[in-house]
Nanobody
């Protein structure tokens, strides 16, 4: 089992920045594929990006160049640095974990946090 707890969400103006954190426990964090997903009101949950056990990252086109995922294996924590935020980035952001090499499909992630709200005002 893996427990995930997100933090760092809030209200920010367009063009601003936020950093989300995802604290994990329960399994060896360094062995996990870690992903970020988001769900905007009235929309399906979508892939934001992921960080592999080897530290490689991949992102959705909508956030590429603005968002950056990193991990601190010593702290068992995943981060999502969000810059140049836009109103369309408003969503609940979820951290997820998978015991596989790579996936952008939410069905492949077995463990999920409760989500943290990010609201970007125009």
């Amino acid at each position: 089992q893996v427990q995930l707890v997100e933090s760092g969400g809030g209200l920010v103006q367009a063009g601003g920045s936020l950093r989300l954190s995802c604290a994990t426990s329960g399994r060896t964090f360094s062995n996990l594929l870690m992903g970020w997903f988001r769900q905007a009101p009235g929309k399906e949950r979508e892939f934001v990006g992921a960080n592999t056990r080897f530290g490689n990252t991949g992102y959705a086109d909508s956030v590429k160049g603005r968002f950056a995922i990193s991990r601190d294996n010593a702290k068992n924590t995943l981060y999502l640095q969000m810059n140049s935020l836009k109103p369309e980035d408003t969503a609940v952001y979820y951290c997820a974990a998978a015991a596989r090499a790579w996936s952008s499909r939410q069905d492949d992630y077995a463990y999920w946090g409760q989500g943290t709200q990010v609201t970007v005002s125009s």
